[in-house]
């Protein structure tokens, strides 16, 4: 009994977003039904979205609520947080308020045991590694688009080899622990529920990509956030906080390590956006995300 279908801003993925009212209440509705093979399959994605969802919600965390899916048809509908993301709420609400339960809940998902997921959708579900090969193919992002963005021209071969040399390096540098990161643990994709309490005040929209990776992955997209500027002051407090409260005994990154390990998540995932925003604008017209390259860049 649909009264009103809105269109909604959608992200850099191909998924489509409808606000949905039914003349009581507002409803998202999830379109991946374009979703490039390339990227993943089809179903996969919203059967992704569905076992991470239930996953977090089993450990605590803030999730949207899953009211109807059919897997053919790619769609999902689900509740609707409203217009009270990060991104829109960083300059009206007082920071610590907003970003200790994001903190928190980072915290909960690194030190969740993972290996829970394989209870749900009947066992068959694998998490993939965020591992060398994902590493190295999202840096080669920046050489392949941004390259060409700046300089209007194909980055020769033997820059390339050079480039991707000094970052299969670094990548040696990092610890090889595991833990459920999301990617985009960022502004957009975190809303923020007054009426909730604690850590749940923070709640993901965003988790069907999830990989196994380095647990200070998610850290750097919340402390180094592409779409809003956070000073440097707040980056650090975000830093602290989160070191603070991390479990190192539970990894292998140690305390003297961590910096430099942050660092090299920082450089690798600049690269990749930069890329990213590059390849929107030459290759579908996307120039919306420029304005955020010299974010980025600093």
């Known amino acids: 009994n649909i009264k009103k279908i809105t269109n909604m801003k959608g992200d850099a993925s191909k998924r489509k977003y409808y606000r949905v009212n039914d003349g009581k209440e507002n409803f998202i509705l999830m379109d991946a039904s374009e ?22 919600e089993n450990i605590g965390l803030r999730v949207p609520k899953i009211y109807e899916f059919d897997i053919q048809k790619h769609l999902i509908l689900e509740e609707d947080l409203g217009r009270t993301t990060y ?8 920071f610590q308020d907003l970003i200790n339960p994001a903190i928190e809940s980072l915290l909960i998902l690194l030190h969740s045991n993972y290996k829970n997921i394989n209870d749900l959708d009947g066992g068959a579900f694998e998490l993939q590694n965020f591992d060398e090969k994902v590493f190295i193919n999202e840096s080669k992002i920046f050489i392949d688009y941004y390259w060409p ?16 040399s000094i970052i299969e390096k670094i ?34 929209i965003d988790f069907q990509d999830a990989l196994l990776g380095h647990p200070l992955y998610d850290l750097v997209s919340l402390a180094q956030d ?13 830093v602290d906080a989160f070191k603070d409260k991390f479990l190192f005994n539970d990894f292998q990154l140690s305390k003297s390590s961590f910096n430099e390990q942050y660092q090299i998540l920082a450089i690798q995932r600049s690269l990749k956006i930069l890329g990213i925003f590059a390849r929107l604008s030459l290759l579908e017209g996307k120039n919306n995300y420029i304005i955020h390259m010299p974010r980025v860049v600093d």
């Open 87 to 94: 991104y829109e709420l960083y300059s009206k609400l007082n």
């Open 171 to 204: 990548y040696l540098d990092l610890s090889t622990d595991k833990t459920l990161v999301l990617r985009d643990y960022h502004s957009p994709n975190l809303h923020y529920l007054q009426n909730e309490k604690g850590h749940r005040k923070c709640a993901l």
């Open 226 to 238: 592409a779409r809003f500027t956070i000073s440097e002051d707040k980056e650090r407090y975000i």
């Open 149 to 164: 963005y700046v300089k209007n021209s194909i980055c020769p071969e033997e820059e390339k080899y050079e480039f991707l």
């Open 35 to 56: 979703v490039s093979i390339k990227e993943t399959t089809i179903s996969k994605t919203i059967t992704d979205f569905i076992v991470f969802g239930q996953y977090l």
